[in-house]
């Protein structure tokens, strides 16, 4: 089994900054293609973006390319997203996802491509 906990969650205002963590345990993290998704009320949950175990390859979604970092420390068995230049529209909960893959380079960009979810935490960006 793997857990996921997501954190860094909160309110800000529009043109703010967040960092999201997910903390996973387990197994080997190292293993794990992850990803980020948001939902947000009465919408679909969706993509936004995602980073292959190996950490050299990252897709995302193009409403937030050029505003959001993923980024990965296997060390600390965590995943992180950098949120810059938050609007109003982003606001949501998040969700961390985990895909065990053998293969070092694969990003996984839908929902039915992850094996294992975080509680999510909620992002509120006030305008």
């Known amino acids: 089994q793997v857990q996921l906990v997501e954190s860094g969650g909160g309110l800000v205002q529009a043109g703010g900054s967040l960092r999201l963590s997910c903390a996973a345990s387990?197994?080997?993290?190292?293993?794990?293609?992850m990803g980020w998704f948001r939902q947000a009320p009465g919408k679909e949950r969706e993509f936004v973006a995602a980073?292959?175990?190996?950490?050299?390859?990252?897709y995302y979604a193009d409403s937030v390319k050029g505003r959001f970092t993923i980024s990965r420390d296997n060390a600390k068995n965590t995943v992180y997203l950098q949120m810059n230049s938050l609007k109003p529209e982003d606001t949501a909960v998040y969700y961390c996802?985990?895909?065990?893959?053998?293969?070092?380079?694969?990003?996984?960009?839908?929902?039915?491509?992850?094996?294992?979810w975080g509680q999510g935490t909620q992002v509120t960006v006030s305008s």
């Open positions: 980073i292959s175990w190996s950490g050299g390859n990252t």
């Open positions: 996802a985990a895909d065990i893959t053998s293969r070092p380079t694969i990003v996984r960009l839908t929902t039915d491509d992850y094996d294992y």
């Open positions: 387990g197994r080997t993290f190292s293993w794990y293609a």
